[in-house]
Nanobody, 119 residues
Framework: QVQLVESGGGLVQAGGSLRLSCAASGRTFSTYSMGWFRQAPGKERESVAT????????YYADSVKGRFTISRDSANNTVYLQMNSLKPEDTALYYCASKPTLYHGFGSWGQGTQVTVSS
């Protein structure tokens, strides 16, 4: 099992920035990749960004590409999401998740941290 705790959410004006952090503990040695997901009211959960834990390869949703940056600190088992040029449509509950292997889904999830962007 992997325990994930997100932090860094808050209220910010459009155009502003926030940095989300996700601290992992437990069976972190099994991590294949980690990612950030978000869910806004009335919408389905969507993938925002993922990072391969060993290689560092990244993926971004088209809606955040060029504005968000996912990074990792392997030594501290922490993943970050730097969010710049925030838009009201970025408002959502952001979740950190861990994927144990290439052939398994994101099985460990954090409690989520709220990001609210005002217009």
């Amino acid at each position: 099992q992997v325990q994930l705790v997100e932090s860094g959410g808050g209220l910010v004006q459009a155009g502003g920035s926030l940095r989300l952090s996700c601290a992992a503990s437990g069976r972190t040695f099994s991590t294949y990749s980690m990612g950030w997901f978000r869910q806004a009211p009335g919408k389905e959960r969507e993938s925002v960004a993922t990072i391969n834990w060993r290689r560092g390869d990244t993926y971004y949703a088209d809606s955040v590409k060029g504005r968000f940056t996912i990074s990792r600190d392997s030594a501290n088992n922490t993943v970050y999401l730097q969010m710049n040029s925030l838009k009201p449509e970025d408002t959502a509950l952001y979740y950190c998740a861990s994927k144990p292997t290439l052939y398994h889904g994101f099985g460990s999830w954090g409690q989520g941290t709220q990001v609210t962007v005002s217009s």
